[in-house]
């Protein structure tokens, strides 16, 4: 942008306003550039910026939408740490972010590596981002029936080898690392492309040295593939990690947070305690909470994996 | 200077967002009007029934030009979030069908309009309605919020060709008995029906608890504060109460030995390999494990009359709860009922259309349809012959009334609260993370949020 309006304004300073020399075209182009903002602003303004204050202010009331709310200063935070669903949440969180993302991202960059060295088939890129065009909901109930423990496919199978019925959804310590692993099967292909799209900006030129040097296709992933699609990982990795999150939908449509707590993520309790206890008050402070803790990770992410630099000459 | 000056600008613009947050909101509930014409909106979940009030409101409107009824049918889950967002906005239905476990919090909030007055004024008889479903639909205030549209109970769905191939016949299931200690002739029952997959029925030597093809009685959940259709019907015949009232009570008795030890003889089933574990309850529901032949028997309400009547490839027997340390039976029973939102401009066309919803002539036509017993005494003839059709004995249900063994839904404030608590700690003693002992420290919390 910087080198545009450099180009841009000696040329329009010549038609006119000798004292401010670009003081008009400037104005100009900013009101065009606004121009093309405002739908987005706007959008940005009104369903997120509005509410992201609406709920921080509701985050210090007792707030139950039919009755005006009511200040009660930090009394939610408060609660908030003495709160054991509240830790149990976070928990059962980041386990699911970590299978989620580890899971995701080791898949989604072999699938990457495969689509790139291997095949540029096109009919082979839209098979793999096939599952992300099914709406979640349906990926999720579509895997609960077949994970049922007595009439699920899958345990059929699984009878057939001898194995005695599995409870995915329904055993507490098997319901999050499903759940978790439903969503990896939904979003890899996405996630691969994304990664895909990163590995055709890296020159060619850069593997065909790395032949003549005789350099084996794993060698070239570590010291080629990897470190010059960083800054693409980088992006995708934010992506990835904040919306996984704020996973909700799958637990929804399954287990609803159960059995008991174990499958209670953040996004589902906020849900729970907002829409069906009406505590809108303490709903917005776990999300004002969540808020901090997805900025603080997503800042983290950016500064480690240096994703503003490039290697790529 | 920079900073102080930034300083100074964020504290302002801290203070305008806060009197912007604070200052454009307006609350409390619309009164709304009492209008006596123009087209009502009506909301009901059950889609069953959605072709049986399509003609009460088309009689409606014959018999009342002036009213049109315009009818929304939503599933369960959505139904709830829907109204909910309809309270919100000041767009929900003018009537709508509701339940007795969400009414309190409704009316609590005056979000739904009293009917008493109404009620008197037109010299309305809840003495017509099967006994004990008027009462539930009085309030946490006193006041009665609508008027009974229909009732179930509680029965034992089991498989026939099961039964007869362990040799128990339907004069036995139609005779059990319970108790906490021993499970009575009910536990033999559910013992002789489980098979494993070497076909040792569950009372046999070795049975191998391990591996079953068939288990003697299902499980749907937890049951959570209430256990409905789950547990119940053997906690009533105990002589337990769920609280110090027959409705919105303030404290519970979930720390009482007889529950407690209730829960631990149901969830001994599970040790003992008769019924399946509470993790095997997410995935396909009770009838369709019943009709792949996985669950000999299962407890259920009546308004899955038509769902289990409708199972193909299996043939349905129904039989009542069994008999517990009492001496005698008991099954839970609720009702359901139209209420009318206090926003609604109309609410003069309103409680007309609720009142013909109570009527003889629309529950007559509900009766006929036969898929739900409508709570007029009158029509219960018709609506049995209706049943009847479904192949089912459905004396397992009505004779619970008709012997006056049913028990009040158990209607509670803070509802979400209770259920949040509730569901949380059963969850936890079903799926053997913590003992039915536990249930005492669940039920401190739920009395302190009344306190």
């Known amino acids: 942008m910087a080198t545009t309006s450099r180009v841009a304004r000696p040329r329009l300073s010549s038609t006119g306003d000798a004292l401010r020399p670009d003081s008009n075209g400037s104005t100009r182009e900013r009101l065009t550039a606004l121009a093309f903002i405002a739908p987005a602003l706007l959008g940005f303004a009104v369903f997120y910026f509005w509410p992201t204050l609406r709920g921080v202010y509701f985050s210090f009331t007792e707030y139950d939408v039919f009755n005006a709310p009511v200040f009660v200063g930090l009394d939610n ?170 996973a909700f939908d799958t637990v929804a449509v399954t287990t609803a947070g159960g059995p008991g707590d174990a499958s209670r993520v953040i996004q589902y309790y906020i849900f729970d305690l907002a829409f069906q206890r009406l505590q809108f008050g303490y709903a917005s402070a776990v999300s004002v909470v969540l808020f901090v803790i997805l900025a603080a990770v997503a800042l983290v992410q950016l500064k480690l994996m240096r994703a503003g630099e490039s290697d790529v000459a | 200077m920079g900073t102080k000056r930034r300083i100074a600008r964020t504290v302002a613009a801290f203070t305008g967002v806060t009197v912007l947050l604070t200052g454009c909101a307006s609350y409390g509930v619309d009164p709304g009007g009492d209008e006596n014409s123009g087209e009502i909106t009506y909301w009901m979940w059950e889609a069953a029934q959605l072709p049986a009030y399509q003609q009460c409101a088309e009689d409606f409107h014959a018999a009342n030009p002036d009213i049109d009824v315009k009818i929304e049918q939503f599933g369960w889950d959505d139904y709830w979030n829907k109204l909910f967002t309809g309270f919100v906005a000041n767009s929900a239905p003018d009537v709508f069908v509701d339940h007795t476990s969400r009414y309190g919090e409704f009316a609590s909030r005056g979000l739904i309009e009293p009917i008493d007055d109404l009620v008197a004024a037109d010299g309305i008889d809840v003495d017509a309605y099967v006994q004990g479903t008027a009462e539930l639909w009085i309030g946490p205030d006193g006041k009665r919020y609508g008027l009974p549209k229909d009732f179930d109970t509680i029965g034992i769905y089991y498989n026939k060709t099961m039964a007869a191939d362990a040799g128990v016949t339907d004069e036995q299931l139609k005779n059990l008995t319970w108790n906490p200690a ?223 063994t049913t028990f009040p839904f158990p209607a509670v404030l803070n509802s979400a609260e209770v259920n949040a608590t509730m569901v949380s700690a059963m969850d936890n003693v079903m799926a053997f993370q913590a003992d039915p002992s536990s249930l005492t420290a669940a039920n401190e919390k739920v009395d302190a949020l009344f306190r």
């Open chain 2, 182 to 404: 021993d499970g009575g002739t009910y536990e033999d029952v559910i013992a002789h029906l489980t098979v494993d997959q070497n076909g040792v029925r569950g009372d046999e030597p070795g049975f191998d608890k391990s591996r079953i093809q068939t288990y003697g009685l299902g499980i749907n959940s937890s049951g959570g504060p209430n256990g409905q259709t789950e547990w119940s019907y053997l906690t009533q015949t105990t002589g337990w109460t769920y609280m110090n009232a027959r409705a919105w009570g303030t404290e519970f008795n979930y720390d009482d030995p007889r529950f407690q030890e209730t829960i631990a003889w149901w969830r001994g089933l599970i040790e003992k390999g008769y019924m399946p574990p509470l993790s095997f309850t997410e995935g396909g529901s009770q009838d369709q494990q019943m009709q792949a032949g996985k669950y000999a028997m299962v407890t259920e309400g009546s308004w899955t009359l038509a769902t289990f009547a409708g199972l193909e490839g299996v043939d349905i027997g129904l039989a009542p709860t069994p008999i517990g340390p009492s001496g005698e039976r008991a099954a839970m029973q609720n009702s359901l009922a139209d209420t009318i939102f206090t926003s609604s401009p109309r609410k003069g066309a309103a409680w007309r259309w609720v009142k013909y919803l109570a009527s003889a002539q629309c529950q007559d036509v509900v009766a006929r349809s036969g898929v739900v017993m409508p709570a007029l005494q009158s029509t219960t003839e018709t609506s049995k012959a209706a049943l009847a059709e479904t192949g089912l004995d459905i004396t397992a249900y009505t004779d619970q009334i008709d012997n006056g």
């Open chain 1, 77 to 246: 935070y408060r609660a908030l740490f003495a709160d054991a669903t509240f830790g149990n949440a976070m928990l059962v969180t980041v386990e699911y972010v970590a299978i989620n993302i580890i899971s995701q991202t080791v898949l989604a960059l072999l699938i990457a590596v495969l689509l790139h060295r291997v095949t540029r088939s096109v009919f082979v890129r839209s098979i793999v981002v096939m599952p992300y065009l099914v709406a979640n909901v349906v990926v999720a109930l579509l895997f609960y029936w077949m994970l049922d423990a007595q009439i699920g496919i899958t345990n059929q199978f699984l009878g057939w080898l001898g194995i005695e019925p599995v409870a995915f959804f329904g055993d507490q310590n098997l319901a999050i690392p499903t759940i978790a692993l439903v969503n990896t099967w939904r979003h890899v292909g996405y996630t691969a492309l994304l990664l895909f799209a990163g590995m055709v900006m890296i020159p060619h030129d850069v593997y065909e040295a790395g032949r003549v040097d005789g350099a084996s296709e794993w060698k070239m992933f570590w010291r080629i593939t990897l470190p010059l699609l960083r800054p693409v990982l980088a992006l995708v990795l934010v992506i990835t990690v904040v919306g996984s999150f704020q």
